[in-house]
């Protein structure tokens, strides 16, 4: 047993849980481009014994549980390996989808962090009621925050993606991009 980690040696916690051991490295660049194109279009994945990322298209997904035979484009019949590798073997975890990421709260916290009192006021107006996205959008662009927002934003999805590794026991590689990275979409 590796007592520091708590882990029997076939890779079960204590507790019977199965836990990615502090082993595969994954890129966390990767993951957070990932979480920020997150749409209701796609889902990505990453590999727990590899440390790749994927980003597959739910209709590949789709085709991939009926088992389809169509004939497909290469690009396309790549796609559906990877989906059918996704369903079928429990190496891959879901990452947060864009529902979990909870965009809405990250601009409510930029404009609560927001130093001077009108701009608070007024980004924080834009984000309560119908068109809540368009108006704060809007709203950053007229009182020439963009950067700022940018920035908070990258900085949030940062987080969220060290919390979601950290707390799957991945090792996080701050070295850029592991060069495994697919995205089909």
């Known amino acids: 047993m590796d007592s520091a980690a708590g882990l029997l040696p076939n890779g079960k916690a204590l507790d019977g849980h199965s836990r990615t051991q502090m082993t595969t490295k994954v890129s966390l660049i990767e993951v957070v481009d990932a979480l920020e194109i997150a749409t209701d ?28 035979k169509d004939d497909l484009p290469d690009w396309q019949e790549e796609e559906l390996r990877l989906a059918r590798d996704v369903l ?8 947060p ?3 979990e990421v909870h965009e809405w709260e990250i601009m409510n916290r930029f404009g609560q962090s927001l130093s001077v009192p009108a701009q608070r006021e007024e980004v924080l107006d834009a984000i309560h009621g119908g068109g809540a996205f368009r108006q704060f959008k809007s709203t950053i662009r007229r009182l020439r925050l963009e950067d700022t ?3 908070f ?20 590689n701050e070295d850029g991009r592991s060069g495994g990275r697919r995205t089909s979409r």
């Open 41 to 68: 279009e796609v889902s990505s994945f990453v590999s727990k014994r590899t440390g790749q990322v994927v980003t597959l298209s739910h209709e590949a997904m789709h085709l991939a549980e009926e088992d389809s």
């Open 97 to 99: 989808s864009k529902f």
């Open 88 to 95: 079928e073997s429990t190496d891959w975890l879901g990452l």
């Open 153 to 172: 934003r990258s900085s949030a999805f940062e987080d969220i993606a060290r919390s979601w590794l950290s707390e799957h026991g991945f090792e996080i």
């Open 149 to 151: 927002w940018f920035a």
